[in-house]
């Protein structure tokens, strides 16, 4: 509820209508979306669901419309409508962004109910898509993380449970081979579609025109992309996310984070992606998902990366903040258990899938070790296979010490997965012990693989300078030898973060050196930014 006070100030920002009784201010899918404020009579908000229309809300006079997609310049997921004849102040989505980033009084207000009503309709399922699918398939769980992560609001239709789905299947024509299945925006049918696909049916990238030459633009939209995106838009510089696929990059799958500054019982990886993706588009950077960077033209400048499924986009400054992926598991029907009991996340979607099961972690690092203690609360028994020694190398002390202690986590050293085994989903996993060369058996049917990371460089192609393991090397990283090889072209050394390559930086954990955590990856975001400011005077 705004006080007069507050609105005479938006008032400023927007025009006030009269608006007639029905008349319907905003639809569903309407791509230019805007907040109403009422100054006299009442709106409501409702969500059209095939013939009927679920309420949301309403609204009175002092109250306003519009929630995260009206920031984001997506498509509208409700429809707002005059239940009587009333005033409102209309404000487009360019002069909401004047508001949010002028008024920090206003910006609090509307920043926090948008927040929380997009939280309300993923809680009540409002959004305008439908999943069909099945627990025991990986394309159902790469959906739902796809829009969960996306924090898109949809509803499941559980294929296992629900007896009188084949008739809704019989209607949109849709075999079982055709799933998991998307019903986007009521009208659309996608089976077993792409995040890409996706992403285009749902408008998420509706609003950015990547031809347009952005002073910089962020590859990956991790911890460190996002931060680096927060800095960059809030110091004023035109800024261009594009992600391979959702925001939070590998923190994103992190069930809890308990070492990160600022939050002393922990937080998810989605909530502080979610967090941080809110912050970046209040200051107006924009964020292109399920778009890999596929290629850095890196000859001329302003260079220019080329998109997967989009035109190029030119950029006067890169930042690499592309992280690095988990290591696969040298067993040969690795990919037919993917998402079928073998998980690369232990987030509170996979603890549900294994509550009151055995399962087994693979990893001596710290993300073995979280992952280890966070599903050991809802599994019978955890069985963690390490292939050194001991811990003390890769883990941080405090986690050790919860492993060691807690009496459902059982620790096997040098050992390590040697075949698996099941019929559609994994039934059986054999261990070998290297010490003994004994070979063991165990009907489990959850494998978490937590076993190491390979940087995501191989779309660079000898654009900048790499170490031995394929991470960027940066700033003083890079010897002399280096820069000749690269052709180097300025008298001055590479900054801090900054690459082979004048104007590009890395950061996070595609960055040689780099130490791995959240907190650094965020360091590394906001001195990156910095840097661009001066690079870019070059
Ligand atoms: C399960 C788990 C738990 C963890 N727990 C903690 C913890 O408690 N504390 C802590 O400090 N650290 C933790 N970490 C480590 C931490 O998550 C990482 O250090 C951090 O995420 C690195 O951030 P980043 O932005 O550099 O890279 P990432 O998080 O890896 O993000 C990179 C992003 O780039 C995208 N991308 C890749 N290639 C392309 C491309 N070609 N085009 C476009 N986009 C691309 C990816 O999709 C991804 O979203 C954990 C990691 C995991 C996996």
Known sequence: MLTPEQLRRAVRYGRKRIVDQGEVLLDVGDQ?????????????????????????????????????????????????????????????????????????????????????????????GLGDAVLLGSNHCAGTLRIREFLTRNNHPYSEIDLDREADVQELLDRFQVSLADIPVLICRCQVVLRNPTNQQIADCLGFNKAIDVTKAHDLVIVGAGPSGLAAAVYGASEGLDVLVVEASAPGGQAGSSSKIENYLGFPTGISGLELAARAHAQAQKFGAQLMVARAATRLSCARKPYALRIDGAEEAP????????????????????????????????????????????????????????AAVFLAQTARRVHML?????????????????????????????????????????????????????????????????????????????????????????????????????RWPLIRMPYLLETSLPGVFAIGDVRSGNLKRVASAVGEGSIAVALVHRALLD
Request: hydrophobic share 40%; charged share 25%; proline share 3%.
């Open 315 to 370: 950029a006067r400054a890169i930042i690499i903040a592309t992280g690095a992926k988990y290591r696969k598991l040298a067993v040969d029907n690795l990919a037919r258990f993917e998402g079928a009991g073998v998980y690369y996340s232990a987030t509170p979607m996979e603890s549900q899938l294994c509550r009151g099961e055995e399962v087994i972690v693979v990893g001596g690092g710290n993300s073995a070790g979280q």
């Open 386 to 486: 390490v292939r050194s020694e001991d811990l003390a190398g890769k883990m941080s002390r405090y986690l050790i010490r919860r492993i060691e202690g807690h009496p459902s986590i059982a620790l096997r050293f040098r050992t390590e997965i040697a075949g698996l085994n099941g019929n559609g989903h994994l039934e059986r996993v054999t261990w070998r012990d290297a010490r003994t060369g004994k070979v063991d058996t165990h009907e489990v049917r959850h494998l978490f693989v937590m076993a190491g990371a390979v940087p995501n460089t191989g779309w660079l192609e000898g654009c900048v300078t790499l170490d031995g393991k394929g991470f960027i090397k940066t700033g003083a990283d890079l010897t002399k030898e280096d820069l000749a090889a690269a």
């Open 32 to 124: 230019a979306p805007r907040v109403f404020i009422v100054t006299q009579g009442r709106l409501e908000i409702v969500r059209p669901a095939g013939t009927r229309q679920d309420f949301v809300t309403d609204l009175g006079p002092g109250q306003f419309s519009g929630e995260v997609s009206t920031l984001s310049g997506q498509p509208a997921l409700v429809r707002v409508r005059a239940v009587a004849q009333s005033e409102v102040i209309e404000v487009d989505r360019e002069h909401l962004l004047s508001v949010v980033q002028a008024d920090s009084e206003l910006s609090d207000i509307l920043m926090r109910s948008f927040i929380l009503r997009r939280v309300e309709l993923i809680a009540r």
